[in-house]
């Protein structure tokens, strides 16, 4: 039986709507994995039951996080939040790495994982970088438009290598890394890219969105260590 993987969804205020891009479920497909699209509305005291269900937890993209979580007022260029997703994504992260399920967090998800566990974010990358490259490209989604550099050793690594041309599409970023958690990935303007867990069996994160180039046999190979590491919990 294929691990399951629960896949967070956003929420759109106008319609009511939980949505998720069909690029997360072809992904977690294509790498072995069952999709489960799990609805940002629901309670936190939900989050402890649909831990126990899944095989792995993978953070997907969306709005901002709302700076109050990481003890900071908001800031003109903030964007939108949705409070109910933050409530949600946190109680759900957190069971997540106190159960050592296996995470992959993509985008906004990286910056969810990093406040999650204690860190902080820029609320724009105009505050940490004087000359940013363009961090939300204006280029069809499935396209590179900037290079990340990797750390050696890291699992980032194992499936990308050393460096890999990424699309973008963020304004916010880590900032102060949570505890037990190191920098695995920049861009050439020293933006956090990729993120690890030191204390975890398998906790990555990346600022791009791999999901869109998942046909790229590198890309998808970043999916299907994830999946692995969900089937190796599964039959733990």
Not at 140 to 163: N, V
Not at 175 to 201: C, P, Y
């Amino acid at each position: 039986m294929r691990p399951v993987i629960g896949i967070t969804s956003s929420y759109d205020r106008e319609s009511g709507r939980t949505f998720l891009s069909r690029y997360y479920v072809e992904a977690v497909q294509a790498a072995g994995g069952l999709p489960l699209v799990l609805p940002c509305i629901l309670a936190e005291e939900q989050a402890e039951e649909i831990v126990a269900a899944v095989d792995g937890l993978l953070l997907s993209g969306g709005v901002d996080v709302d700076p109050l979580l990481f003890g900071e007022q908001p800031h003109p260029l903030m964007g939108d939040i949705c409070p109910d997703r933050d409530r949600f994504e946190l109680a759900l992260t957190r069971l997540a790495l106190a159960r050592d399920l296996p995470v992959l967090a993509i985008c906004r998800g990286i910056q969810l994982l990093n406040v999650a566990a204690g860190g902080t974010l820029w609320q724009d990358i105009s505050l940490a970088v004087q000359q940013p490259l363009k961090h939300d490209q204006q280029a069809p989604r499935r396209y590179g438009t900037h290079t990340i550099q990797i750390q050696a050793g890291s699992r980032l690594a194992a499936a990308w290598g050393d460096s890999m041309v990424v699309n973008s599409f963020h304004h916010q970023a880590v900032n102060r890394v949570a505890e037990g958690f190191q920098v695995t990935a920049r861009s050439a303007d020293g933006i956090v890219e990729g993120l690890e867990s030191n204390r975890h069996t398998y906790v990555v994160g990346v600022q791009c969105h791999p999901e869109c180039m998942y046909q790229d046999a590198r890309i998808l190979a970043l999916f299907k260590s994830f999946v692995q590491a969900a089937m190796n919990k599964r039959t733990g």
